[in-house]
């Protein structure tokens, strides 16, 4: 672009094609804004020939359907909010804007973000570009696909409990988790307030580096973002260190682990070990407890986060004029019924009657019952219940005290290595449908990215290798709060290995 040997709308006339193509299969977008992206195309190739453009001229990048931007509909994959129109941009919109990246559409995804492999929607499944019989993986997963397709060489996704890096590692992308507080969560739609983060889904490690340059950084609009400085993760990505030391835990290799995967993981370490890194081995006792602790924890804030979605104030309404008439046909039965019993029944029936909802209790739970997927329904009750009276210490307040012994866990660890190394998922992707009716088996599909969200620290997936099955496997590193950099750096040594 710089040369004039190609122009920015000729690249997204490219890309456009290739969506068109391919995009009715995988269904990675749940619409495209092409019209208005190539009007913003002409105004930064501008800008490139003139040489005063963003640092991000030249990207085309995807939104996951959860981050708002002013003006489009931002529907969640959800009935609740399939006419939701946002009247204002996310934080990390303007700041794409402001360094020239060209938006080129909505991503599908997991309906509120809550499931592992983007089958919970109401746009249908997104399907994986390498093979289109398995899932792209979740709730990112149309994020993941479209940058694995070729749709746009950068998208945005978010990540509650794995939800950046595996389906990055499904599909084959980088995929990075900042810190919790590292990029402003101010416009992104919440599941879970405490473990949400927003971060890029690219093709190389310096174009998740550059991108989270732009992102990062404190925002006014969101209090939980932090002041930290943002360095420059482009250098430390074109000059990585060899001489790193990767703590190997114990816990992240054993049973459940696909048998190929774990070869792809050794083998890449001992790579490294030979470029001059130090493989340190350790032990996060009380990893075990993280999936019981996460799906307590994220599913209570869950419960809290989609109250405000009553027909009423937000979201899907249900027709007040049938709510209405059907509590009448019922009123109308129980009193015929009470008029014609035996007074053996006659109790029972007054009980029902004076139990019956009012029209407004009615049309709240009508509409949530409409509104919401099934997935979301099942984490809303689960967390309902783990807060009711009760139930809140025995659940709520030890699953808050086991994330401050993970937290306490990944502490120690760091005291003695720079990054920790795990898989990204414990297969490589499965099949659409096979899990859908298994919901532990699904979460157990979160089983080494959870922690990570737990305990507020930054992740990342980067592409280790091909199965035999011919799927992408991921490898992720994790290092502690604000140490994206060596992040990058542990991620570029690995993608060094398979140019």
């Known amino acids: ?102 938006i080129v559409g909505r991503l599908n995804m997991d309906e509120f973000a809550m499931g592992s492999s983007s089958e919970n929607t109401i746009y249908g499944p997104v399907k994986n570009p390498h093979d289109t019989s398995k899932v792209s993986g979740g ?15 950068a998208s945005l996704g978010s990540d509650t409990g794995g939800s950046i890096r595996q389906p990055a590692s499904f599909c084959g992308t980088v995929g990075i988790k900042p810190t919790y507080g590292r990029v402003s969560r101010h416009g ?56 790193i030391r990767i703590g190997v835990p114990e816990e992240y290799f054993g049973e459940g682990l696909d048998d190929e995967i774990k070869t792809s993981v050794m083998t890449v370490l ?15 006792p009380h990893t075990e407890y993280a999936i019981a602790a996460y799906y307590i924890l994220a599913t209570a804030e869950a419960s809290s986060n989609l109250a405000r979605y009553d027909g009423i104030r937000y979201g899907h309404r249900a027709d007040q004029k049938k709510v209405r008439e059907q509590l009448q046909l019922e009123e109308k039965e129980l009193s015929r019924l009470a008029g014609s019993g035996s007074s053996g029944d006659l109790t029972d029936l007054q009980d029902q009657l004076e139990a019956l909802d009012s029209p407004l209790i009615r049309l709240y739970k009508q509409s949530r019952t409409e509104g919401f997927g099934a997935e979301v329904k099942r984490r809303i009750m689960l967390g309902t219940y783990v807060l009711s009276a009760g139930y809140y210490e025995a659940y ?5 005290r086991v994330r401050r012994l993970i937290k306490q866990d990944f502490d120690e660890a760091f005291k003695s290595c720079d990054v920790i190394v795990s898989p990204t998922a414990p297969t490589t992707a499965f099949a659409l449908g096979s899990k859908t009716d298994d919901p532990l088996q699904m979460y157990l599909n979160d089983i080494y990215t959870i922690s990570a969200n737990l305990a507020g620290i930054c992740g990342a997936s980067i592409p280790s290798g091909t199965h035999s099955n011919g799927l992408p496997i991921g490898l992720q590193f994790m290092a502690n709060s604000f140490e994206e950099s060596r992040l990058f750096n542990a991620c570029r040594l690995v993608e060094r290995q398979f140019e």
């Open 1 to 102: 672009m710089q040369s004039g040997s190609l122009t920015l709308p000729e690249l997204l006339d490219e890309h456009a094609h290739a969506i068109e193509l391919d995009n009715p299969e995988i269904n990675a977008f749940t619409r495209t804004g092409l019209e208005e992206a190539r009007s913003r195309a002409k105004v930064v190739q501008e800008k490139i020939r003139n040489k005063t453009a963003g640092r991000l001229a030249g990207t085309l990048i995807g939104i996951k359907e959860l981050i708002c931007q002013k003006g489009i509909q931002a529907s969640c994959a959800s009935h609740m909010l399939e006419n939701f129109e946002s009247v204002y941009n996310a934080s990390v919109i303007d700041k794409l804007e402001a360094e020239d990246a060209v």
């Open 139 to 153: 709730s990112s997963g149309g994020s993941a696909a479209a940058v694995a397709a070729g749709f746009v060489n």
């Open 188 to 243: 992104l739609i919440a599941f879970a307030s405490s473990f949400d983060c927003i971060g890029p889904l690219t093709h190389t490690v310096y174009d998740a580096a550059l991108l989270l340059n732009t992102l990062a950084g404190e925002d006014p609009c969101d209090a939980t973002s932090s002041d930290q400085p943002v360095p420059d993760y482009t250098r430390v990505v074109l000059d990585p260190a060899p001489r």
């Open 270 to 284: 001992g790579s490294l070990e030979k470029e001059g890194a130090e493989l340190v081995p350790l032990k996060l």
């Open 396 to 400: 709520y307040g030890k699953a808050q």
